[in-house]
């Protein structure tokens, strides 16, 4: 069978849809939810997964496993915060990447999500009646080249092909067929249980293209739990002088409590509280909350996600009217509170017709029929959300692909090299928006052997390309001697999606140092070449052929070029060398004149004028 199916790998819940009869349908057993948790229990006979894991969270807590895909493509480092408060634990032997521990064996997070994958593949083959071998995964759109790929690689251990990975709001506007529209943009408001994102796209002439992307990695429904629980613990205590706040698990209890009253207040104005002994703490109080209450506390919350939404329509280069249809996924926007806010931001209604927990798993079917030739007319865009390009001369950023690039796309770049006779050049992929190498990130590293040439005669292409996965391969040729050296990018070390933002983010608080420090690095460097160029001359030429007066001024002009070069003063720098031009212009026009004779001397001057 041609079918494929198509999966949203998700943080807390997992779901697999498939095509029928033109529509997408999420696939679960009759009696079964459509929703499968992402949780793996080892116990010491079997593994379960999904609902049936979900008890082990309890009484089998730590070989449970939960929220894998925090992990996936990440490195101990990025994820050491994290890791502290789970009940599970980590492998201590591997601090290069991180490997969960069950029962004495060491896992990869690939591994623990290919169960999960295995357990969606076995659903749609029994709901489907045929073996499936072929998928297109969701995966957020921050995700990183090195977490995409250890999502691909999760599926290939689950005995699946992944022919795509696409972006979970790309996947949410298919399933609303917004596809269809001749030209139109849509806003995808994303906000789940842990995180908000907020991706802007176009659509025009059957091409779905995404503009820009942003969000907030420690935002979402967990934020309005704690807040309402805050309130809940105040309340207890001026009832009955009771402090709840003595230790986590009754902090838990009230938090749980509030997560199903702000459920309820969703559907009703107001609902009744009960905390009856939370945690084992001996205490019974029972109160009643409105929806009005509620808000008035979930409000400092929700108002946190305007402003990504209001970067991510800069980013798009459109004004908040500018936005044809607004997408709701994620659990969190069913609150009243959160549609009106959505709805007044970008001036329309949002589509809310289909399960937000369900969006994203029904576009990946859609993508997966678009795969399957189902539907020939379309053509999906992403984009890269970081800049990407390499470290050159004085460690400055050479940028090759702006961010917000529409993927799949293609680069290139010639540079040469400034030093004579070298025989490698060094390649530093990076990643990141700072004016200087050394503050963003490194993707790889890789070396290409050139033939020695004087300085400036290389010529090397660069090419960045993306694939439509958006994994990158750089390429670097000397197009002289046609040597190439090429690597893939897969850092072992994930960037987190906080270091996406924080990048983002410095990138504009530190924007003005940023071009000072480039501003210097580029005076230095213009100094250094024409103080060696001077030294240079003034050796070759000596006081007696320069003549006392002009040797004298020029040493002065190199000795104040020097100094200036010792301090931070771009413009000082550049006075100086402005100073230094002036004084060895006549001695520049001899040294041209000098070449020329030469030239001519062992020439016929009709063959120079040819040259
Ligand atoms: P997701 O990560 O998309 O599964 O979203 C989970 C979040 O949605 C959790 O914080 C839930 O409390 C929240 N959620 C689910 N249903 C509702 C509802 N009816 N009203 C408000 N929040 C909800």
């Known amino acids: 069978m041609n079918i494929i199916i198509g999966i949203d790998l998700g943080t807390t819940n997992s779901l697999v849809a498939v095509m029928k009869d033109g529509q997408p349908v999420i696939l679960a057993p009759d009696g079964e939810r459509n929703i499968v948790p992402s949780i793996v229990s080892f116990q010491s006979d079997r593994v379960n997964v999904g609902d049936e894991a979900q008890s082990g969270k309890t009484d089998n807590s730590r070989n449970t496993i939960f929220s894998i895909k925090r992990f996936m493509g990440r490195g101990y480092d990025d994820v050491a915060d994290e890791l502290r ?23 990869s997070p690939p591994e623990i999500s290919a169960l999960i994958l295995r357990k969606l593949k076995a659903r749609a083959e029994k709901e489907l009646g045929h073996p499936v071998l072929r998928t297109v995964i969701t995966v957020p759109a921050y995700f990183n080249d090195a977490q995409r790929q250890a999502t691909k690689d999760a599926g290939r251990l689950a005995g699946l092909e992944v022919l795509r990975i696409v972006n979970e709001p790309t996947a949410a506007s298919l399933a609303y067929g917004l596809q269809q529209r001749d030209r139109g943009v849509i806003a995808v408001y994303d ?28 935002l979402g429904g967990d934020d309005f739990d704690r807040a309402l629980a805050d309130h809940l613990i105040a309340r207890v205590k001026e009832d009955s002088s009771i402090d709840l706040r003595t230790d986590s698990t009754v902090v838990g209890a009230v938090v749980l409590a509030a997560e199903k009253a702000k459920c309820e207040l969703t559907d009703k104005e107001e609902t009744e509280i009960v905390l009856e002994n939370p945690g084992g703490v001996s205490v019974s109080w029972k109160g009643t909350l409105t929806r009005e209450e509620a808000e008035r506390i979930f409000l400092p919350i929700a108002e946190r996600t305007l402003k990504p939404c209001r970067r991510a ?10 936005v044809d249809d607004v997408v709701l996924v994620g659990g969190s926007t069913r609150m009243p509170l959160i549609r009106r806010m959505v709805s007044d931001l970008f001036g329309k209604e949002a589509h809310s017709e289909l399960n937000p927990d369900e969006v994203v798993a029904l576009g990946a079917a859609v993508q997966a029929d678009i795969l399957a030739g189902g539907r020939k007319d379309m053509l999906l865009l992403d984009v890269s959300p970081l800049s990407l390009g390499i470290e050159t001369m004085g460690g400055a950023m050479g940028w090759i692909i702006p961010r917000n690039t529409t993927i799949p796309t293609s680069k290139r770049e010639i540079y040469t090299t400034f030093k004579d006779h070298q025989t490698g050049v060094d390649i530093q992929v990076l990643q990141g928006e700072r004016e200087l190498a050394k503050d963003n990130r490194s993707l790889a590293k890789f070396r290409l052997g050139i033939d020695p040439a004087p300085a400036g005669m290389a010529r090397i ?22 040597k190439a050296a090429s690597v893939e990018v897969q850092p072992s070390y994930g960037l987190t999606d906080e270091q996406v933002e924080q990048m983002l983010l410095e990138s504009f608080e530190y924007a003005e140092e940023d071009i000072r420090q480039r501003q210097l690095l580029e005076a230095r460097n213009e100094a250094e070449s024409i103080l060696t160029a001077a030294a240079r001359a003034l050796r070759e030429y000596g006081k007696d052929q320069i003549g006392e007066k002009e040797f004298a001024a020029i040493s002065t002009a190199i000795l104040g070029a020097e100094e200036a070069m010792q301090g931070d003063d771009h413009s000082a720098i550049r006075d100086k060398i402005d100073a230094l031009n002036d004084v060895t212009h006549s001695l520049a026009e001899r040294m041209m004149d000098d070449v020329l004779k030469e030239a001519l001397t062992n020439k016929k001057l009709s063959e120079a004028m040819k040259d």
Do not use: M, Q, W
């Open 85 to 107: 408060h789970l009940p599970f634990e980590v492998d201590p032997d591997n601090k290069h990447s991180v490997f969960v521990l069950a029962r004495g064996r060491s896992y």
């Open 191 to 218: 906000l789940g249980g842990g995180t908000f994102d907020i991706s802007i796209l176009r659509v025009k002439d059957g091409i779905f293209e995404v503009l820009s992307t942003g969000g907030d990695t420690h």
């Open 313 to 322: 329509l800069l980013d798009a280069d459109l004004p908040e009217s500018g």
């Open 461 to 482: 292409e660069v090419t960045f390309l993306i694939d439509a996965n958006g994994i990158l391969n750089v390429t670097a040729r000397d197009l002289r001697s046609g």
